[in-house]
């Protein structure tokens, strides 16, 4: 998958500019700190990371999201292309990663969502847990967990 890292790159850095305006609100700023880790280098070392699992969605043989988790069930990144949200794509992702964390025969789940993505979790049974938290200046991190059961429900 490290030949994904260019496509899914782009796709979390469209994903956030374009899909994620009501938590950064256009404000430059915001947006820059945001992306300044999303860069093609830091994308490649996540995939080839022994310490997370990445996943990514295809739409018609393209790389259309990008989600990964890492060791301890800390859901760090989810994002879908813009034109293909509520697509499932980031549903089918979402299920990826938690089979995985099943495997690792982990009890739960966590992320903190943004306020475009909150609905998308609660729908999908994650809970919030424990106040906001202040992320790149002025965008709030929404602490959401899910506990798991041994086999997943549709």
């Known amino acids: ?29 915001v947006i820059s700190a945001w992306l300044e880790n999303k860069t093609l280098d830091n994308v490649r070392r996540w995939i080839e990371s022994q310490t997370t699992y990445s996943v990514v969605a295809e739409c018609e043989r393209s790389v259309c999201g990008f989600a990964m988790m890492s060791r301890p069930g800390v859901v760090s990144l989810c994002y879908v292309a813009p034109g293909v949200h509520r697509s499932g794509a980031g549903k089918k992702m979402l299920a990826a990663i938690e089979a995985q964390a099943r495997q690792w ?10 306020v475009t993505a909150k609905p998308f979790y609660e729908r999908s049974g994650y809970v919030s847990f424990g106040p906001v938290v202040e992320v790149r200046g002025a965008q709030g991190g929404y602490p959401m967990k899910k506990l798991l059961t041994t086999t997943p429900h549709e």
């Open 1 to 29: 998958m490290p030949e994904d890292a260019a496509s899914a790159c782009d796709v979390i850095r469209r994903s956030i500019r374009e899909l994620c305006v009501l938590d950064h609100r256009n404000d430059e700023e």
């Open 105 to 114: 025969q982990l009890q739960s789940i966590q992320l903190e969502s943004t």
